[in-house]
């Protein structure tokens, strides 16, 4: 099981970006489905999934997640083509 590092240090990204990388871009997702992968990754599979979306790795609309194209343009993310 993979230990997710406090909101502060520099490895989170790299963390968050390797379980998200587990999902396919561009993809509605369930929260079963979801919840079934980060279940494998971690046992506190909720808090790694907030942590996705908060870092704008998924986006959640309801209960369907989908990991964006470009993760950069996220909430709290500033747009490249700006």
Do not use: I, N
Request: hydrophobic share 40%; aromatic share 6%.
């Amino acid at each position: 099981m993979l230990d997710l590092p406090p909101p502060w240090h520099p490895a989170r990204r790299e963390v968050l970006g390797e379980v998200a990388s587990r999902f396919p871009t561009g993809v509605d997702l369930g929260w079963r489905e979801v919840d079934a992968v980060l279940r494998a990754a971690f046992d506190d599979h909720a808090s790694l999934r907030r942590a996705l979306v908060d870092d704008g790795l998924l986006t959640r609309s309801g209960d369907v997640y989908r990991r964006p194209a470009d993760p950069d343009t996220g909430p709290g993310r500033a747009s490249s083509g700006a």
